[in-house]
């Protein structure tokens, strides 16, 4: 009978497989503050999902074709949430994988 412990080939060879089949994430943080723009920013969080509306402008008179709303889907919404969420969901896996010797990308701004 062959064994079936898994030899350090093996366990490679499915750590490069799962990291291969790891799609780009797109994450956001949102802070909103006192002075939030509520009227035209819709947050969901649990869809990942940002609405935006903007009036089109009366000045520019009866023909207007500005385009009043826009939608942006996000893998994930993280509102309000301490650093160390925004690390644990955003960065540690990433992390651990480079500590190993893997490649990874974290891109961040704002």
């Known amino acids: 009978?062959?064994?079936?412990?898994?030899?350090?080939?093996?366990?490679?060879?499915s750590h490069l497989y799962q990291m291969v089949k790891a799609p780009i994430k797109v994450i956001i943080r949102t802070r909103p503050t006192t002075?939030?723009?509520?009227?035209?920013?819709?947050?969901?969080e649990q869809s990942g999902r940002v609405d935006v509306n903007i009036?089109?402008?009366?000045?520019?008179?009866?023909v207007n074709h500005q385009q009043e709303n826009?939608?942006?889907k996000f893998d994930k919404?993280?509102?309000?949430?301490?650093?160390?969420?925004?690390?644990?969901?955003?960065?540690?896996?990433?992390?651990a994988n480079c500590l190993e010797g893997y490649s990874g990308t974290i891109f961040c701004y704002g």
Not at 1 to 13: C, D, E, N, V
Not at 55 to 62: L, T
Not at 77 to 95: C, H, S
């Open 70 to 72: 826009w939608s942006f």
């Open 35 to 44: 002075n939030f723009a509520g009227k035209n920013l819709k947050i969901d």
């Open 1 to 13: 009978k062959k064994s079936k412990t898994s030899s350090p080939y093996s366990k490679l060879k």
């Open 55 to 62: 009036p089109k402008s009366e000045a520019q008179g009866f």
């Open 77 to 95: 919404i993280l509102q309000n949430v301490p650093q160390e969420v925004v690390f644990d969901i955003t960065a540690k896996d990433i992390l």
